[in-house]
């Protein structure tokens, strides 16, 4: 799953997104996907859940995801229907949950400055490859180290980890 | 090469001499944590690992705290979840409300995290253990569930800033609150990504073991992995009489390498104020006493400890809050309360027109407990100020210390306890 490209229509958010955007704590006495999915996002982009179509791509500034450990967050965006975040940089904790469900995300520091809301992109989650379906751009995300992208192939953490206690015995 | 304290710590728990910052290396465990926010799903991913048993029944800690005693029926159907998981597991460290409290005022008060632990938590405030001396650091609930699992868990060894804190306030308000906040607004809300944030210094040394931890709890608020101050005779203090199990102190070498070392003189700092929706987004309290506010909490895991209530009390004691404002307390946890009923605080507060609630994260997260309508203003001394954290989207929330959140609980507006003669 998460070894394959993906393919979308961008939708852009800006520098320092907190988790409490993302998915707001009102919202955390219920943890079922999608549940929190129709609520992502909302008091950024109003509407969001009834816009997205599945395969959407996000694409932000600075410091995506700042803020609460909350995985209830890369959760509502993978049920939301994004495919991929793409952003000039990532919070820690974040980052890692994101890689840990199976939602990718890429470091591309100038995607969010020159692709326009609304474009169309291609990315290779293994490559970090970006390419701009509308302006022809083609943009090189950072690439994950090999395990991480062990994990990503494996579509998660858990799958991960099952297999390497399986292999145990 | 000599290492930082967060590099030996580190270093210890992956059984090897050396770590440098960039190695990617196993870790284990000493604590485990989640909370009834968490909990549930670390606890749903734990079970599709396949293992039957956590690593450790004496190392993973379950505490409601966030929307606890439960605010409604799905946090009462969570606050269930962890609790059955304990019992389940027959986990050792499951603490019901009533006798328990925030998470990370509680831990360090029950001496169930010491100097020299590896913790991972699902809650990013997890870091204030480093107040401690210890690494400690956020995680999500799949990690945990990990943790849970196999008492082990990756990390990339982090670059370390150092902050050398010099002299001593002349302002007698300014805490290690106001340090950190003005940290941050220096640096920025990822000033400090992915690293470790080592302070240290004369006015670290001068600070309580309350105000250290005050300050590395928001070391994630500058976005970094773990926010650590070594050791001294003040944590050997503070752990001795509470340590459920033994401790060991880490020092940084004097000739360990920092991606950057930052020095800040404190003499002449203000007490500072974070504008919404930043907690970088500072100024000192002299530029913001035309701020009217409708609420003011006083708690939280950032500042609910006992020196932040007695200094609250002093304010507050023989005043009134102002015929406009909420004033919310919030003791981080059942020894802390009771604390305060037995020398009078609690009465200080309700005298003057405040509310004292049982130790919860409450409003700090807009869980309950002093949640604001479209436009009103809440001065806080919690961690976070972004759009919508207390309530409303169009809510706004100033971050402080509580000395400061006390005096505008009087003022009706932001400003200072010399205010409020
Ligand atoms: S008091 Fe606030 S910041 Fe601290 S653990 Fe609770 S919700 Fe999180």
Known sequence: ?169 | MGMTITEKILAAHAGVKEVSPGELINVQLDLVLANDITGPLAIKEFRKIGIDKVFDKDKVVLIPDHFAPAKDIPSAQQCLEIKEFSREQGLTHYYEVGRNGIEHCFLPEQGLVVPGDVVIGADSHTCTYGGLGAFATGVGSTDLAVGMATGEIWFRVPESIKFILKGKPRNPWVTGKDYILAIIGKIGVDGAQYKAMEFTGEAIRDLSMDGRLTMANMAIEAGAKNGIIEPDEKTLAYVKERAKKPWKFYTSDSDASYCQVIEIDVTNLEPQIAFPHLPSNTRPVSQATQVKIDQAVIGSCTNGRWEDLVVAAEIIKGKKIHPEVRAIVIPGTQEIYLKAVKEGLVEIFVNAGAVVSTPTCGPCLGGYMGILAKGEKAISTTNRNFVGRMGHPESEVYLSSPAIAAASAILGRIGSPEEVA
């Open chain 1, 1 to 169: 799953m998460a070894g394959n490209k993906v393919s979308g229509q961008v939708w852009k958010v800006g520098h320092d997104v907190d988790t409490d955007l993302i998915i707001a704590a009102r919202y955390l006495n219920r943890s079922d996907a999608e549940f929190l999915a129709q609520h992502c996002l909302e008091d950024l982009i109003p509407n969001l859940p009834e816009r997205v179509k599945a395969g959407d791509i996000l694409v932000a500034g600075k410091n995506f995801g700042c803020g609460s450990s909350r995985e209830h967050a890369p959760i509502a965006l993978k049920a939301a229907g994004f495919s991929c975040v793409i952003a000039e940089s990532f919070a820690r904790i974040f980052y890692r949950n994101a890689i840990n469900i199976g939602l990718p995300i890429i470091v591309a520091p100038e995607v969010s400055k020159t692709v326009q809301e609304g474009s169309k992109l291609t990315v290779d989650p293994v490559s970090g490859e970006i390419k701009d379906l509308t302006t022809g751009t083609v943009f090189q995300g950072e690439p994950f180290p090999p395990f991480m992208l062990e994990i990503l192939e494996k579509g998660g953490l858990i799958p991960y980890v099952r297999e390497k206690v399986k292999n145990r015995g």
